[in-house]
């Protein structure tokens, strides 16, 4: 039995401190106040993070519009490079026009449009360009198109590119046309 506040079962007549009206008011009570405090915290950090996110997807998406942009300019300042170096030959080709109507020389004729040809060749050549070597090699579908067979003429060009029909190129080792071709067979 309790009378007073005392304790009467522990025998020396002292008062439980383990009891409620013992405790002092404001532990028991901010109990929910640290809750509420901890859930502004995770409110205020989920609402950073969501700032965060929306941030970043904004900037990715800023990202790939500039680079689809860039990407676009690219290719066409890159044909226009190629352009702006073929228009010498260009020049060359009407000069070499003009000169045909009044040419009565064959042979300088020739000349001339070697000469216009070479310029070509070589301008495309600089700029990456290389022909693809196929006669007398193994047919390669990955490299040729195979325009019809014939009977090979020797026994060795059998599977073998015969003659081409249209040349293959690459352009800086990459293949951009196939060859087409007549195969042995």
Known sequence: MQTNGQDT???KGMPDINADENLSGTTHLNDALADESELDKK???LNEMRDKYLRLVAE???FKK???KERIELMQTASKEVIISLLDVLDDSERAAKQLENATDINAVKDGVALVFNKL????Q???LKPMESLHT???PDLHDAI???PAPSEELKGKVIDDMQKGYYLNDKLIRHAKVIVGK
């Open 126 to 128: 600089a700029k990456g």
């Open 121 to 124: 060749k070589s301008t495309l």
């Open 9 to 11: 079962e522990n025998g």
């Open 138 to 140: 193994e047919f390669n």
């Open 66 to 68: 500039r680079t689809a």
């Open 43 to 45: 409110q205020q950090e």
């Open 60 to 62: 990715f998406d800023n």
């Open 148 to 150: 019809t067979e014939i």
